[in-house]
């Protein structure tokens, strides 16, 4: 598949996210395997998986398979048994972070290199290319013109993170969970430490951060960066979210869909991977779904708001200022409806503090005055932001979304049976025949109308009739309207197969060039080789395992727990290489509710901190 093809790939917690995610315009969906996916509370059964598939195929669209979780020397014929599985059930793509699957007992389905193998340079991917990955999925901490570099040195399809929750540690070099409580982030057991609240100190002693999400960073949006990220070579853009629940999917899949359309309405040169036109059922808007805070993180370089310290929890949208404040009511200038029942949320002395409003009224010169039972700590001169928004809950709740493929049918009668074609305008094209009881029409052109409002009712199917055209030996013929009912069924049911059949994938040859060489020499612990075969796939590429990975040396002291683009000493206008006045706070102590404490090393030849525990 060529980088000019473009897909909106979203996420699905189940098959009923897998199909909202389809209904409001993903390209493709990635699902959890029922074992050995990197989000283990998110698997789902080879049944569903199979559902999900004929449903994406319908209109062209694709399944990826989260298959990347490190694995065991005991897992791998498991992991290369369940492959086959889900490659005979429908599955287009399976993502993968251990090599032992790049196996040739593997079934011919498409492989992309998961983020949890590190891609964040032209040699890495490159690499991937070299050794037959269809697709990379590039570290979310890249900027549009490292994208860019790493596109003119390869071909391989790059694929990108545009929205939801950043993992501050560079995808696959995270080992935080593991080493603080046993659970590994490359087997999908992440406790999420990152988002705890720490005391803060610097190397002389200062307190600079008491009970701050320190780790904690904003969510990612690329809204406005589309065709920018489309220009440097991405050709999939992916949303976060394999634990989200259905509202979240369809509303991030709604925006991201119109967003992307807009460019490719524009530009010739690009083109839309799956079928089908959607119609909005709603206004979609990011800020109403689960957000910390917005962040394009280092699409342009390094920014000083990427992350949010106050709170790891969603704020939503901000509505404005606090303008006056008596007893339990606020005053908020803002030029945004507010209604009963809705959830507002500020930051108080103590931290983030919700409130639900009784009631809202509109008073004029542009403030809305908020009637509550828990507005204490509310100043005047705190934002307010809105974190449930009761309307578009509601306007959720009765989504009207829908997404149709246009067909023309075609109803013909000869030797005592209708036969009804249907073409779409992806070359599709099926013929149902049924033989049917008729009677000679009193009036030709009455009864032709009749069957083309008939066939015109495409019900809850995903077809909408752009055309019907009825010959003359059928409109002679009365039938039933039982009869030509199930006739339009049946031929629904047909085509739809037919489509099934048609966009399936066809078996994938993975071709690995010669003399292939991985680029980095010596692979220790952040290599996450846990197994004998990777360890020979490595090997084989001119590597040598210096150590096994975390996983198989257990709970480790001392140790790099994350290595990090994101600097706290940055994010506290106290960047080293501006400010080499501030080197005697580095480095620095972090320090959790529970006394676990973690040191943060400055990296400023590259850029970036490494968390080490002690």
Not at 85 to 95: K, N, S
Not at 174 to 189: D, Q
Not at 199 to 204: C, K, R
Not at 398 to 411: F, G, Q
Request: glycine letters at 8%; hydrophobic letters at 40%.
């Amino acid at each position: 598949m060529q980088r000019n093809i473009i897909e909106l790939l979203a996420p699905a917690k189940n098959l009923e996210c897998g199909r909202a995610a389809i209904d409001h315009g993903a390209d493709a969906v990635y699902i959890g395997a029922p074992q050995f996916g990197a989000r283990k509370a998110a698997a789902n059964t080879i049944g569903d998986i199979a559902q999900l598939a004929d449903y994406a195929h319908t209109f062209g669209a694709r399944v990826h398979v989260a298959l990347n979780t490190l694995l065991f020397d005991h897992e791998v014929p498991d992991a290369k048994r369940l492959a086959w599985e889900l490659y005979r059930a429908g599955a287009d793509v399976l993502i993968v972070q251990d090599m032992a699957l790049l196996a040739a007992d593997m079934p011919p389905i498409e492989l992309h290199a998961s983020t949890q193998c590190d891609n964040r340079s032209p040699e890495k991917v490159l690499f991937w290319q070299r050794v037959g990955m269809g697709q990379v999925v590039l570290a979310r901490e890249l900027s549009i013109k490292e994208i860019a570099n790493i596109a003119k040195q390869t071909t391989v399809r790059l694929e990108a993170f545009v929205h939801g929750a950043l993992c501050v540690s560079y995808s696959g070099q995270c080992y935080m969970s593991l080493v603080r409580g046993g659970r590994s982030a490359n087997r999908g057991e992440c406790a999420q430490p990152c988002r705890l609240a720490y005391d803060v100190t610097s190397a002389d002693g200062q307190t600079l951060l008491r009970g701050a999400h320190a780790l904690s960073l904003r969510d990612n949006n690329q809204t406005d960066n589309i065709e920018q990220l489309i220009d440097a070579g991405i050709s999939s853009f992916k949303i976060e979210g394999r634990l989200k629940d259905v509202d979240y999917v369809s509303n991030i899949t709604l925006h991201y869909r119109q967003r992307i359309d807009e460019v490719l309405a524009r530009r010739p040169d690009l083109s839309r991977l799956s079928r089908g036109v959607v119609t909005p059922g709603f206004e979609p808007s990011p800020a109403k779904s689960f957000n910390r805070g917005f962040t394009d993180y280092f699409a342009h370089g390094r920014q000083p708001d990427i992350w949010q310290p106050r709170t790891s929890k969603s704020i939503g949208e901000p509505l404005g200022k606090v303008a006056a404040v008596k007893g339990q009511t606020l005053d908020i200038r803002t030029p945004i409806a507010v209604a009963n029942g809705d959830g507002l949320c500020f930051f108080g002395r103590s931290g983030l503090a919700g409130l639900k409003v009784n009631t809202a009224q509109n008073v004029g010169k542009g403030v809305v005055r908020v009637v509550t039972q828990n507005a204490t700590g509310a100043r005047v001169g705190d934002m307010v932001w809105r974190n449930a928004d009761m309307a578009f809950a509601d306007n959720l709740k009765h989504d009207k979304t829908v997404r149709r493929i246009e067909t023309s049918l075609s109803l013909d009668f000869a030797d005592g049976a209708f036969s009804l074609t249907m073409t779409d305008a992806d070359g599709v094209v099926t013929t149902t025949r049924r033989d049917v009881v008729t009677y000679e029409a009193r009036n030709v052109e009455a009864s032709r109308s009749q069957l083309r409002a008939s066939l015109s009712k495409m019900g809850t199917s995903v077809y909408v009739a752009s055309a019907v055209d009825v010959s003359n030996s059928a409109a002679a013929r009365f039938a039933p309207a039982a009869a030509i009912n199930e006739l339009r069924r049946v031929a629904i049911a047909e085509h739809t197969a037919a489509r099934i059949a048609h966009f399936r994938s066809s078996d994938v040859v993975r071709c690995e060039e010669p003399g292939v060489v991985f680029p980095i020499a010596e692979l220790r612990r952040e290599a996450n080789v846990i197994n004998a075969e990777a360890k020979r796939f490595y090997e084989g590429h001119g590597s040598t395992v210096v150590d096994w990975g975390y996983e198989r040396q257990g709970e480790s002291r001392g140790v790099r727990v994350m290595t990090i683009r994101h600097c706290i000493l940055n994010s506290l206008g106290k960047c080293l290489r501006q400010h080499p006045e501030f080197g005697k706070l580095a480095p620095l102590t972090l320090t959790d509710a529970d006394g676990r404490r973690y040191e943060a090393r400055p990296e400023c030849g590259a850029c970036q901190m490494s968390i080490y525990a002690l």
